[in-house]
């Protein structure tokens, strides 16, 4: 198995009992409706039962006398929601399995829950469901590049062939669709937010119709990032001032002509005035000012506009932390009612763990979007192992308090605590041109779980987990256990030996690597010591009053959890706080020997994850359970690389011995110097 598959591989069910109760009352698969949606809803119905079961299931228009079937009803109500459009019931009528929904979608939507269900062997009845979707936007961002590469992608290059496009329209394009469609994700933008004025062109937007066309069968939109001085690099304007008539006319043009050849173009992320991005700013104007041209052109045709607010300014005596509330918060209410400001959800950028970001909260009257990210840009790119739902359900389950105790992120996210007319949860997508689609057989999870969280984000990190490895993996419940476990741990063991205790490593580099010592760059807030802050004392950034005070930007109720060492919790201690090495913390030892139990245990337990990995190897595909011990072996070995890098160069402040407990590196600081200069050398 090469995991081309992801979660829709339909294998044969060999338990007789349940082949044949499905085989009874699958006989039929009936839609009236003739759109591709339905259309395709009915053929994955058909191809995932007749492979489960081993038998032909004809789609018919009209329900046949008799034998019992699935009939795809949609009602015949018009001028619905969106979110009406994508719900869905499931339900049991005389033998038959209906699925009832507003819309086309919501029969796709079901039908791939119905087949999620069966794919885990379960009896028909407990089918019997209703479902709708917490979020209206359900999105991938994807980072590609026009000529083929993708920024931060570990999964070989992109999927869209653009040199071929529009003439050839690979298959894959369809089995990438197929897969959003079955966990909910119904927007993709394909370019990355450092994007190229090239996909503007006519030339671009004709290739961009052809995925789109493949896409709009399975209910997903595209959208396009968009560089802000197109006007300029582009339509040979003198400026990209949004607020110059020329200029609004430009883009009023260009979404026309986009929409000419794209008719439900989702609309257009932005990523402006960012690390060298061009935007408003360039003109003394606000993000705002730049929002809203482009949501003037988007809105005849029902577009959006997504605004990141991944900002900070090369500012040496600001702390990063604060940058988006700073350069946003005192923006809300100025956007106009087709934009969406998409945050991540940290306050800094993607940290294996960070708080979730202040920013969530403090806009009620702008939709915020939330923007995970699912390539592992910070969590070991495509060789460890790491299951991301905890740290997106970490982010959602938080709470802000604006309201009240229960204010969580997801309260804000969904629309619920603030009426947000439009919502929106997007997911950086860890897809490329390998096999298995996300390098790391195991990042398939994340995708996946990014879209069930999407559509309902009270799902527990456990119960996709686990649902998630049955689809994938196998059905039977020991190994099932066995690798959910590993799942919900990895994150934290990874975190452990990492950067443990808040510790974060957002320097520049490889973003692979170790490099706490990296003190040179063209920002200071590019450096590793900007973030660590290690010294004679102790270790970790002050953002209380007597430092940055970015705690301030929390409502009073976290501000005071989190700016008392001794009530801030361990796992976001050392982004709070400058601790001395010697003083006892919450679980009784001393910030030096936390810290060296935390990256000890961190690396030790990899050996767990692949004792673990071991013990399901009968029951696992041979090819796919050597490419994960593989990996695991490599994991190994890079824990303890981090292990050593971050304990020698810390001890060179700290002073203090490394417990007599735990080995000692086998290396000095300066030979892992050495070597990372070798994975760093070009
Ligand atoms: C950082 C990445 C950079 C992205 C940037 C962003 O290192 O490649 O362009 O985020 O989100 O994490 O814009």
């Known amino acids: 198995d090469d995991g081309y598959r992801l979660w829709l591989r339909y294998e044969r069910i060999t338990d007789p009992a349940v082949r044949t109760a499905y085989n009874k009352t699958f006989s039929f698969i009936a839609v009236s409706d003739t759109s591709d949606i339905s259309h395709n809803a009915a053929k994955e119905l058909q191809a995932g039962i007749g492979a489960m079961t081993g038998k032909h299931i004809?789609?018919?228009?009209?329900?046949?006398?008799?034998?019992?079937?699935?009939?795809?009803?949609?009602?015949?109500?018009?001028?619905?929601?969106?979110?009406?459009?994508?719900?869905?019931?499931?339900?049991?009528?005389?033998?038959?399995?209906?699925?009832?929904?507003?819309?086309?979608?919501?029969?796709?939507?079901?039908?791939?829950?119905?087949?999620?269900?069966?794919?885990?062997?379960?009896?028909?009845?407990?089918?019997?469901?209703?479902?709708?979707?917490k979020i209206q936007l359900r999105m991938l961002n994807h980072w590609d590049n026009p000529e083929g590469t993708i920024e931060r992608g570990y999964a070989g290059s992109s999927l869209w062939k653009w040199y071929e496009l529009p003439e050839t329209v690979d298959p894959r394009y369809t089995d990438y669709a197929r897969a959003n469609a079955s966990i909910g994700i119904n927007g993709t933008v394909v370019n990355n937010v450092n994007a190229s004025a090239r996909f503007l062109t006519a030339e671009y937007l004709h290739k961009v119709a052809a995925l789109a066309g493949v896409f709009r069968k399975y209910g997903i939109k595209t959208y396009l990032s968009i560089h802000f001085a197109a006007p300029k690099t582009l339509g040979g304007l003198k400026t990209s001032d949004p607020l110059d008539p020329e200029v609004r006319k430009w883009w009023m043009e260009k979404t026309k002509e986009v929409y000419s050849i794209i008719p439900d173009f989702g609309g257009f992320l932005v990523k402006a005035n960012s690390e060298g991005e061009p935007g408003p700013q360039d003109y003394g104007r606000t993000h705002a000012d730049g929002a809203n041209m482009l949501a003037e052109a988007l809105a005849p045709f029902n577009g959006v506009v997504i605004w990141r607010a991944f900002v900070y300014k090369a500012d040496p005596n600001a702390d990063r932390f604060k940058a988006a509330y700073d350069e946003f918060a005192s923006l809300d209410g100025k956007f106009a009612k087709n934009v969406i400001v998409q945050v991540k959800n940290g306050p800094i950028d993607f940290q294996p763990r960070e708080p979730f970001s202040p920013l969530f909260g403090n806009m009620p009257k702008t939709p915020l979007g939330m923007e995970f990210q699912l390539t592992q840009e910070y969590l070991g790119f495509a060789t460890h192992w790491v299951y991301e739902a905890p740290i997106f359900k970490e982010c959602l389950d938080a709470d802000t308090y604006v309201k009240g105790k229960g204010s969580t992120v997801a309260s804000i996210v969904d629309g619920s605590l603030h009426n947000y007319p439009l919502t929106c949860m997007a997911g950086v997508a860890n897809t490329g041109s390998d096999r298995s689609w996300t390098g790391h057989p195991m990042a398939q999870a994340n995708w996946y779980a990014f879209g069930r969280l999407a559509w309902d984000h009270t799902l527990s990190a456990q119960a996709i987990a686990r649902e998630w490895a049955?689809?994938?993996?196998?059905?039977?419940?020991?190994?099932?256990?066995?690798?959910?476990?590993?799942?919900?741990?990895?994150?934290?063991?990874?975190?452990?030996?990492?950067?443990?205790?808040?510790?974060?490593?957002?320097?520049?580099?490889?973003?692979?690597?170790?490099?706490?010592?990296?003190?040179?760059?063209?920002?200071?807030?590019?450096?590793?010591?900007?973030?660590?802050?290690?010294?004679?004392?102790?270790?970790?950034?002050?953002?209380?009053?007597?430092?940055?005070?970015?705690?301030?930007?929390?409502?009073?109720?976290?501000?005071?959890?989190?700016?008392?060492?001794?009530t801030c919790p361990l796992p976001y201690l050392l982004w709070f706080h400058h601790i001395s090495w010697s003083q006892k913390l919450s679980s009784g030892r001393t910030l030096w020997d936390e810290l060296c139990h935390r990256f000890y245990t961190g690396a030790e337990s990899v050996v767990w994850m692949q004792k673990q990995w071991a013990s399901v190897q009968s029951s696992i595909d041979p090819t796919l359970h050597a490419d994960v011990t593989g990996r695991l072996l490599k994991q190994h070995k890079e824990a303890i690389w981090w292990r050593d890098a971050w304990m020698l160069y810390l001890q060179t402040f700290s002073k203090q011995a490394i417990p007599a407990i735990y080995r000692r590196p086998e290396r000095t600081l300066e030979e892992v110097k050495e070597g990372v200069n070798v994975y760093l050398m070009r």
């Open 58 to 133: 004809p789609i018919v228009k009209t329900m046949p006398k008799s034998g019992r079937g699935i009939r795809l009803s949609l009602s015949g109500a018009t001028d619905v929601t969106a979110v009406k459009a994508d719900s869905y019931v499931i339900s049991l009528e005389g033998g038959n399995v209906v699925i009832k929904s507003a819309g086309n979608t919501g029969l796709l939507y079901g039908s791939f829950a119905l087949l999620r269900h069966l794919q885990q062997h379960l009896p028909i009845e407990k089918a019997v469901s209703q479902s709708k979707p």
């Open 470 to 566: 049955q689809l994938t993996l196998t059905t039977q419940p020991k190994p099932v256990a066995a690798i959910t476990d590993i799942m919900l741990r990895s994150r934290d063991i990874y975190v452990d030996y990492n950067t443990p205790l808040g510790l974060s490593r957002p320097w520049t580099g490889a973003h692979y690597a170790p490099e706490p010592w990296q003190n040179r760059s063209s920002r200071p807030d590019w450096t590793a010591i900007y973030y660590h802050r290690a010294d004679s004392l102790g270790l970790g950034f002050d953002r209380t009053a007597t430092g940055s005070n970015a705690l301030q930007q929390y409502r009073p109720e976290v501000t005071r959890a989190w700016a008392n060492p001794e």
